[in-house]
């Protein structure tokens, strides 16, 4: 099974949002939607998810799913807005509890009930229309992280990036490098032609945006899970890599609104909804 894949690349954060479909009228899921957030001036827009929302319109699809991969760091949601323009339920891996419950307690706002309306088990499966999709829990980067199958493609996450970048970091709460590589050695243990999708491409060496690539080109070319790479080798590496990197520019605000589902913070007495930002925690 060969599912059909529009993506949509925002380069303000790096990111891909993929619809997942069987043709023109049938159902589709959105994966990881992008709502646009000006850090300086605190302004948000929906301009990645009209132009995601006009593609699924011409082609009369119906929205059916809108998945997360894992709570992202360096951009907010726009699933709660597609899901008011379009409908579709929210779904995100299980252990988003565990994120939800340490970034809580750091941002002291626990998170009130369940935003999300699906909580995906490893191994769950589920229909996108006539396509069967299957949830693969895939921690490390963070405690819940996921990737969707979907025929033969794979939509990972922050779990890879193309083979010429290597992987996602792990030093945020929660993450950790040796769950990271067991989570990516079950992927490359797929059929090489096995499509992947990204959620994230910087561009490496001045080459075109990319986000789609295969398992064989990862086992043959990434130098962080290529073919001979051990666990204790790719451990050390990406502890070392981790500890001087910056912390991503949208941390704070990303975490606080996609922890919650995607929704932004509720207006105060004011009138005028805030993102908490704790100082000298990270």
């Known amino acids: 099974m060969q599912p059909l894949i529009l993506s949509f690349f925002d380069t303000a954060t790096n990111t891909a949002t993929h619809v997942v479909h069987a043709g023109p009228g049938s159902a589709c899921a959105i994966i990881d939607p992008v709502l646009d957030y000006e850090a300086s001036s605190g302004r948000t827009k929906t301009t990645n ?79 996108i229309g006539a396509l069967e999709a299957e949830v693969i829990a895939t921690p490390g980067h963070t405690p819940a992280c996921v990737c969707y199958r979907v025929g033969d493609a794979v939509f990972v996450g922050d779990t890879m990036f193309m083979p010429d970048y290597g992987t996602a970091r792990c030093d945020f709460p929660g993450g950790d490098a040796r769950t990271l590589f067991r989570s990516i050695r079950k992927i490359l ?57 910056d912390v991503p520019v949208l941390l704070w605000p990303s975490v606080q609104v996609n922890m919650n589902a995607g929704n932004l913070p509720l207006p105060e007495a004011n009138g005028t909804a805030y993102i908490r930002i704790p100082l000298n925690r990270i």
């Open 49 to 127: 998810a009209d132009t995601v929302a006009e593609a699924v319109r011409e082609l009369g699809l119906k929205v059916e799913w809108l998945l997360e991969t894992h709570v992202h760091a360096d951009h907010l949601s726009a699933a709660p807005y597609l899901k008011q323009k379009m409908g579709g339920t929210l779904g995100i891996g299980a252990e988003v509890t565990v994120v939800q419950a340490t970034f809580g307690a750091l941002l002291n706002q626990p998170v009130a009930g369940q935003p999300f309306e699906r909580l995906f088990g490893d191994g769950e499966r589920f229909r």
């Open 189 to 245: 243990a797929m059929p090489d032609e096995t499509r992947l999708f990204l959620c994230h491409d910087y561009g490496t060496n001045g080459r075109p945006f990319a986000w789609e690539t295969n398992v064989g080109e990862q086992r043959r070319n990434n130098p962080h899970v290529k073919d001979g790479m051990s666990e204790a080798e790719f451990v050390a590496m990406r502890e070392a890599r981790d500890a001087k990197l």
